[in-house]
């Protein structure tokens, strides 16, 4: 059986690699998280074909190293680059862009190990699928058999069936799963397409029926349980007509809290104070707070609301698996951070690559994704600017300052303190007289609301 080598720090990503390449390529995987293991793992098994992994990992550059020692050990040992592979490795690289490609990685790995697709599948044993185990909350049944993963041996994984198709369970049956340390459920591959397209319409059920019957709480409980999955399916599997319509659906369903909500600053309160994760609850403030700005400034035109909302959803969607990072809204605090080099450029280029991303969803408006790719105040989606507003649109500079306050109202809740100098630090920081009017808008709105 051929050997992989797959250095990837994050462990979901690292385990959804390695079960992609088990399943598809029928490969034996060694996944690590520090580069030093890689070097001791090849000079103990010499054999191993393919070492996949990304151009630097905690600022060091690990392509060149491992390279280095590929030929200087002479090992027919390829590697797959998880971005841009350096001119020093490129003779025995081949590159995939990005690193959440698990289809790209699959088709490299295939064609260094000169496996034929149709001979996976000829296979005896089935083709699995991982699921978030999460997913399962939404759901009361499934549209297919679920299986649990169990290692039999060094060389081969047994999947044992758990819930047949049709069952039914309770949340708190998954949530057992969850806590005895269980990640993913397996779901046959013929069956994702259904799977998916099963999920999105049941959380597009769950959020009809919300809007309908439930409290405004609830609602927003349900929101935000849908706009993880959603967002997560996008960074994993790109726009489909499944997860189009469920961003469709969470978006249309967001817009309808703030019509239906008298009051922003309770709206607000109650998103601010949910059990949701700190991406929805930020997406969705900033909708209700640029909402309401417009409104305000009497720009009543329903698709200019429909683009806040939009580039509310996508904004920080990077961040998908590094929450943390999206709190930082300056250079100076990215500075400060400390972080390694790859995640100082996931920051840096966050606005620019989310803009991209947007503009492959047939669904979003036009302008959304200037909008997004403008949120920290640099025309180009590079980094963060404060004095260079001259390219930025009106509309952008409503929507930076309605992020700007929900991340500063985000990081007082977090810190237990009160947020009432918000709106002076908005002033001193946006001197730009349409920011100024944007700001003077939200503030009017506010004192509005407390009368």
Not at 410 to 434: F, H, T, W
């Amino acid at each position: 059986m051929s050997q992989i080598i797959v250095l990837e720090p994050h462990k979901d990503l690292n385990d959804l690699i390695c079960i992609n390449l088990n399943t598809y390529v029928g490969a034996e995987t060694i996944p690590r998280s520090l580069p030093d293991e890689v070097i001791s793992i090849l000079s103990i098994l010499p054999d191993v074909e393919i070492v996949i992994c990304r151009e630097k990992v905690e600022g060091e550059n690990i392509v060149n190293s491992i390279a280095k020692y590929i030929k200087t050990h002479q090992l027919d040992t390829q590697l797959i680059v998880l971005g841009k592979a350096p001119g020093f490795a490129k003779e025995i690289s081949t590159e995939v862009d990005n690193a959440h490609d698990i289809e790209g990685i699959i088709e490299k790995a295939s064609k260094i190990l000169g496996v034929n697709p149709d001979q996976i599948k000829a296979k005896v044993r089935p083709d699995f699928i991982p699921i978030p185990i999460e997913y399962f909350y939404n759901l009361e049944s499934s549209c297919c058999d679920v299986y649990i993963r169990i290692k039999k041996s060094a060389e081969e994984n047994q999947y044992v069936k758990r819930i047949h198709s049709g069952d039914t369970f309770s949340k708190q049956a998954i949530k057992r799963y969850l806590e005895q340390g269980l990640k993913f459920f397996y779901i046959q591959k013929e069956f994702q397409n259904n799977f998916t397209n099963f999920l999105s319409d049941k959380l597009l059920e769950n959020l009809e029926n919300a809007m309908e019957n439930k409290s405004v709480s609830e609602q927003i409980e349900v929101l935000g349980e849908s706009y993880d999955i959603a967002i997560n399916e996008i960074v994993n599997l790109g726009f489909t007509p499944a997860t189009i319509q469920l961003t469709d659906g969470i978006i249309s369903s967001m817009i309808k809290t703030v019509e239906n909500s008298p009051e922003m600053s309770g709206l607000l309160h109650k998103v601010l104070n949910s059990k949701s994760s700190y991406l929805y609850q930020h997406s969705h403030m900033a909708a209700i707070v640029s909402s309401e700005v417009l409104n305000f400034l009497k720009l009543t035109d329903k698709k200019l609301h429909e683009t806040m909302a939009y580039a509310s959803f996508f904004a920080d969607i990077s961040f998908v698996e590094k929450t943390d990072l999206a709190k930082i809204s300056s250079y100076e605090e990215l500075e400060n951070a400390k972080l390694n080099e790859q995640d100082w450029d996931l920051v840096f280029n966050h606005a620019l690559e989310a803009s991209i991303l947007i503009t492959k969803n047939p669904s979003a408006p036009k302008g959304a994704d200037v909008v997004i790719k403008n949120h920290h105040g640099a025309a180009n989606g590079k980094g963060f600017s404060v004095t260079n507003s001259a390219d930025i649109s009106g509309l952008s500079k409503i929507f930076i300052v309605s992020c700007e306050f929900v991340k500063e109202l985000l990081r007082y809740k977090e810190s237990g303190q009160e947020p009432s100098p918000i709106i002076d630090d908005l002033y001193a920081k946006y001197p730009d007289p349409e920011m100024i009017k944007a700001i003077k808008a939200l503030e009017r709105t506010l004192k509005k609301r407390k009368k």
